[in-house]
């Protein structure tokens, strides 16, 4: 079937709850656009609404103090902390290219609202590898630069200046990972230091949800505002509608 031009009337997602589920904000921005829609779409995102966990993934970004917090009071909302997970299902988004990445049937931001004191400790943990080599090799430098000095370093042996700046850069790396595991194992006593440790990504992984990048160590990217447009981006109230039952069962044009 080729693709027609649809308005918003005349799409079949369109006021349905699947097309709130998308929040794509305008028709203009849907990865539906053009496409004729079938039963098997609203199935398929009724199967993401039935693959959330209690309170669904909103929750997280809807929450006005820190989801990161783990002592009482939790600090007030700031930023948010986004960290992906995928689920296999549903196959059928994979073969047409909607909503996937990859082999990934659905795809997920968790928002977790975090708070300024959080995002301070999870940066300064990232940090420290990078910032203790930097500042040991500054340390070291104007053994290098600076000519007097470099002399003297260079009168023990010639390649010793540029020994001294490799030390400080690999040392100041062992000691930066040293600096940044103690700093964290200090907080995870006030806040989960790591995502995948969070009572509602352990929720997720129940419901057969995984983490995107199966890193060692869970990246975070922050954000002002919760993501405004996309699947996992819809209020709570989305997921309380009630579903369509579309009868006709057009496939999707390419």
Known sequence: MSARNLTDTECTLYGTKSCALLN?????????????????IHSDLKLFCDLQPEGTVAQLFESETCTLCKNEPKGATSCYAVFD?????????????????????????????????CRSRILIEAYLPLIVPIVLAAAVLPFVTIEKLAQTVRAQAAWLP????????????????????????????????????HPFVHAMEEKGWRPLFNDRKAHLAFTNKPIAKGLGSAPSSVYRMEDVEIVENSEISD
């Open 24 to 40: 794509m904000r305008t028709c203009e921005e849907c990865p539906l656009k053009g496409r004729v829609a079938d039963a098997q």
């Open 85 to 117: 997970m995928a689920h296999e299902e549903p196959k059928a988004l994979a073969r047409r290219k909607f909503l996937s990445r990859k082999s990934t049937g659905f795809m997920v931001p968790l928002q977790f609202a975090c708070c300024r004191k």
């Open 162 to 197: 540029l020994a001294l700046v490799a030390a400080a850069l690999i040392g100041g790396f062992a000691i930066g990972k040293l600096l940044s595991w103690l700093y964290r194992r200090q907080n995870e006593t006030v806040m989960f230091t790591d995502v995948r440790e």
